[in-house]
């Protein structure tokens, strides 16, 4: 017997995907924030879907399924209302191939700088497969650079900003956490040049453009609404650290 035809997907499977490849629009949908009719026509024009009525009806059905999914789970939402939101600017990206000697060499250079750090901030190494990753202060760029032969340089990215997720020790135990972050962050169209996880820490990089834009996003997670200073270096106040509070570079 010859292999059966493929199925060809639905109007309703058709409908189904365009709003789950558009995340704020099912986000929408689910808060009935969407006007089917025009949600229809516009699915219909970008997939070249021939029956309206189908596509709107595809979309209502959708929308009940969505009002009826549980939110978010308890201990999601526990470890979200926990958590805060520190700001730094002026942070470097310096990227390097691996290499024994040169990790030693920069642990050195760590462990002298270290009481200064504890008042200036930032200086952390993340260890992958290929290459090692540092954020640190702006200005001790050249500090690092002089200890690291060219060769072993492959990248370096200057005047950007990070922010740092502090959550409770719950957040170990607690699954969709970063995926979380990492949604609403795609769902405004916000790119992430880098992001660590580290024990009760999630840490994303942005360059500086984008660091408000993130710091909205991510802080709506924790029912703020307030945004960081445009310039986190001109901010002369540290003010203790709050939920929803950035606190300056």
Known sequence: MGASRARLPSTADETRAYIDEHPS???????????FAFLARKIQAERGIRNGEAVEMA?????????TELGRPPG??????????EVRSRVALLRIREDAGILDRLYQIGRGLLPSLRRRGMFQMYQGTRALTILCEDDLLATLLE??????????????????????????????VIATFAEALYSQGINCMETVSVYT???FVFREEAVIPGY??????????EEPPASASKTKRRPKSRPGTPKSG
């Open 76 to 85: 999601l939402v526990r470890v979200l209302s926990h958590s805060r939101l």
């Open 201 to 203: 820490d999630s840490i």
């Open 59 to 67: 979309c209502r059905r959708y929308h009940q399924e969505l009002r």
């Open 25 to 35: 629009i099912r986000d929408a949908l689910r808060d009935d924030l969407v006007n």
């Open 147 to 176: 200890a690291i032969p060219a060769r072993a340089v492959l990248g370096v990215e200057r005047g950007l900003a990070s922010v740092a997720l502090r959550s409770d020790s719950e957040v170990e135990e607690t699954p969709g």
């Open 216 to 225: 909205a996003a991510l802080s709506h997670l924790l029912g703020s609404t």
